[in-house]
């Protein structure tokens, strides 16, 4: 697995980002395909965060792959999720597993009868860089971590960052690149202030999963999948048609 992939602009098409598809495979069908209408010249990066809390994880990985197979090109990166099954895979016996799988993360549909991840998810998985690095845009799942050194070598603080430590001192850092990132549940209207006056870090996961009533989130305000246009900058925001997350 390479940790990071350089992709130069398509020749002709648009670039599209989408992040935290969280299981959300109805949603994320009906944006790739009625909303922004994707064609095999453009170029659609995918923020990490396929799986869990959402109704059909299996259902955003198959069609993800299905679109590569068909020859779209589409890129993804690695989410907290997506690393964190994988380690547990790793380090716990089969029944922690199984129990982690079904009860916390809420995506048994990616495993075999024995508890094992599906060879074809976890390849997937396995091949996910950490960031992609655009000749305009870093994009990465949380963020860079700028409050310590060399945030381009610190790969766990890409999967997990919240907060202000995400934002670069100077555009110079960041080549006077645009960085943006999922991970953190934002409300539509710091999504839409941050596109506004140019953040050099804009947040694009709305909480797509999050449409009925959560304890920390006032969920009017969250439940749309987002897409941000990298090359007009504009938003494209959908409401989440599929069932709300059952657990948080
Ligand atoms: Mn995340």
Redesign the pocket.
């Known amino acids: 697995m390479a940790l990071f992939q350089k992709i130069d602009k398509p020749t002709s098409g648009r670039r599209f980002v989408i992040s935290?598809i969280h299981g959300c495979s109805k949603t994320f069908r009906k944006m790739v395909e009625d909303t922004l209408q994707i064609t095999k010249s453009d170029h659609l990066y995918l923020l990490g965060?396929y799986i869990d809390k959402g109704p059909d994880s299996s259902g955003v990985l198959d069609y993800i792959m299905a679109l590569q197979t068909d020859g779209f090109q589409v890129f993804g990166i690695r989410?907290?999720?997506e690393e964190n099954m994988m380690q547990a895979w790793q380090e716990y016996d089969t029944r922690m597993f199984r129990f982690f799988v079904a009860k916390l993360n809420k995506s048994p549909d990616l495993l075999t009868e024995d508890a094992q991840i599906k060879p074809q998810y976890l390849a997937f998985m396995k091949e996910l860089p950490y960031y992609i690095a655009l000749e305009d845009y870093y994009l990465v799942?949380?963020g860079f971590d700028f409050s310590k050194n060399e945030p381009f070598k610190n790969y766990q603080a890409m999967l997990h960052i919240r907060g202000p430590k995400g934002v670069p001192p100077d555009r110079g850092m960041i080549q006077n690149k645009t960085i943006v990132h999922?991970?953190e549940v934002t409300y539509l209207e710091d999504i839409v202030e941050h596109i506004n006056e140019r953040h050099p870090v804009i947040p694009l996961d709305n909480g797509c999963v999050y449409t009925k009533k959560h304890k920390r989130l006032d969920v009017t305000r969250t439940g749309k999948l987002c897409a941000l246009n990298l090359d007009t900058f504009g938003l494209i925001a959908i409401d989440s048609i599929d069932p709300p997350a059952k657990r948080r």
Request: aromatic share 0%; net charge negative.
């Open positions: 935290d965060d989410g907290n999720h799942h949380a999922g991970h």
